[in-house]
């Protein structure tokens, strides 16, 4: 029995860190992908291959015991043996075109990808079953998510997020182009997450008008994109890179990668947890290719990417 699914990374366009404590964040699919194919075997163990290396396990063994990469993908295969008493075990073979651990969404979008792939191997599954699988795997590595990255891999496109009130598509899709830069730093966002949590709680006050700032900028945003005003839209860029500068996820590196793409494009920010992964800088046809060769010519990893609207793809 054999079963495959791919789903796109994303970036967060705004409203990361603040989106944990209930402010409303705005994530993009991007057309990069990472695929997970699952087939049962015979011998009780679950082998899962990747870039990152191979693992082979009991399903029983404890999760702490697993490497942290993919202890979420061992998660929901020893999960679904367990609850669907299958008899055997599983090899889990994963290929991705989604730099890891870089703030692109690898672990939500193989998180996706696994819990649609493995539940495949059982049962006929809606998107819902995924999503929760998905989330709750990717919170053996990442204890506090708040479920924005998963949502938009699964359901691709743009989208306006909040962890109570849920997701809502952003129509008519923007005409923006994004170019990420990589700043060749990788972090751990739990470890980042964890690093917020400490300024929130010496801050707390200041943290709570941050929150509020942070849903009126995603409400101006969306109101700009919506008017296609990229102007508008980059100033909004750059307002949310200063609060998360305050909040300390931002550091020299990527202040200097900041500047220089801001000197082309509308306005530029980390996306993600920060403290390394990724830069997005905001352009559209007239300074998309001025912002690649500036950054080029800073030598700076840069790449072009497109919205994906497919989201999940069961293949
Ligand atoms: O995993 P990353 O680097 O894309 O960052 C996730 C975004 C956070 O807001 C920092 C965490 C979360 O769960 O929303």
């Given at each position: 029995?054999?079963?495959?699914?791919?789903?796109?990374?994303?970036i967060?366009?705004?409203?990361?860190?603040?989106?944990?404590?209930?402010?409303?964040?705005?994530?993009?699919?991007?057309?990069?992908?990472?695929?997970?194919?699952?087939?049962?075997?015979?011998?009780?163990?679950?082998?899962?291959?990747?870039?990152?290396?191979?693992?082979?396990?009991?399903?029983?063994?404890?999760?702490?015991?697993?490497?942290?990469?993919?202890?979420?993908i061992f998660?929901?295969?020893?999960?679904?043996i367990?609850?669907?008493?299958?008899?055997?075990?599983?090899?889990?073979?994963?290929?991705?075109?989604?730099?890891?651990?870089?703030?692109?969404?690898?672990?939500?979008?193989?998180?996706?990808?696994?819990?649609?792939?493995?539940?495949?191997?059982?049962?006929?599954?809606?998107?819902?079953?995924?999503?929760?699988?998905?989330?709750?795997?990717?919170?053996?590595?990442?204890?506090?998510?708040?479920?924005?990255?998963?949502?938009?891999?699964?359901?691709?496109?743009?989208?306006?997020?909040?962890?109570?009130?849920?997701?809502?598509?952003?129509?008519?899709?923007?005409?923006?182009?994004?170019?990420?830069?990589n700043?060749?730093?990788?972090?751990?966002?739990?470890d980042?997450?964890?690093?917020?949590?400490?300024?929130?709680?010496?801050?707390?006050?200041?943290?709570?008008?941050?929150?509020?700032?942070?849903?009126?900028?995603v409400?101006?945003?969306?109101?700009?994109?919506?008017?296609?005003?990229?102007?508008?839209?980059?100033v909004?860029?750059?307002?949310?890179?200063?609060?998360?500068?305050?909040?300390?996820?931002?550091?020299?590196?990527?202040?200097?990668?900041?500047?220089?793409?801001?000197?082309?494009?509308?306005?530029?920010?980390?996306?993600?947890?920060?403290?390394?992964g990724?830069?997005?800088?905001?352009?559209?046809?007239?300074?998309?290719?001025?912002?690649?060769?500036?950054?080029?010519?800073?030598?700076?990893?840069?790449?072009?990417?497109?919205?994906?609207?497919?989201?999940?793809?069961?293949?």
């Open positions: 029995m054999k079963s495959e699914s791919s789903a796109p990374g994303k967060i366009l705004f409203g990361e860190h603040f989106v944990i404590y209930g402010t409303k964040a705005i994530l993009c699919a991007i057309n990069r992908r990472i695929t997970v194919r699952a087939e049962t075997v015979p011998r009780e163990m679950i082998t899962i291959k990747s870039k990152l290396g191979t693992i082979s396990h009991n399903p029983e063994t404890k999760l702490a015991d697993i490497d942290a990469p993919l202890r979420p998660h929901i295969a020893s999960k679904l367990k609850r669907h008493t299958h008899k055997g075990g599983m090899l889990i073979t994963i290929s991705s075109d989604i730099p890891h651990g870089v703030g692109l969404g690898s672990s939500s979008a193989c998180c996706v990808a696994g819990a649609s792939a493995i539940l495949g191997l059982f049962k006929k599954h809606d998107r819902e079953e995924i999503l929760k699988l998905a989330i709750e795997a990717e919170k053996t590595i990442h204890r506090n998510s708040s479920g924005a990255d998963c949502t938009v891999c699964l359901y691709g496109g743009v989208m306006e997020y909040s962890k109570n009130v849920g997701f809502a598509e952003i129509n008519p899709a923007p005409e923006f182009t994004i170019v990420l830069a700043s060749d730093m990788k972090h751990s966002t739990g980042v997450v964890d690093g917020v949590k400490g300024f929130r709680e010496k801050n707390k006050a200041r943290f709570e008008v941050m929150c509020k700032a942070e849903d009126h900028l409400n101006d945003a969306i109101l700009h994109i919506k008017n296609k005003d990229m102007i508008g839209l980059g909004c860029v750059k307002k949310n890179q200063s609060m998360l500068k305050e909040i300390g996820v931002s550091n020299e590196r990527l202040e200097e990668m900041i500047k220089i793409a801001d000197s082309t494009s509308y306005g530029s920010k980390i996306t993600g947890a920060g403290d390394g990724c830069i997005f800088a905001l352009n559209d046809d007239t300074n998309m290719q001025d912002t690649l060769y500036t950054l080029e010519k800073n030598g700076i990893e840069c790449f072009s990417v497109g919205i994906d609207f497919k989201g999940l793809d069961t293949i």
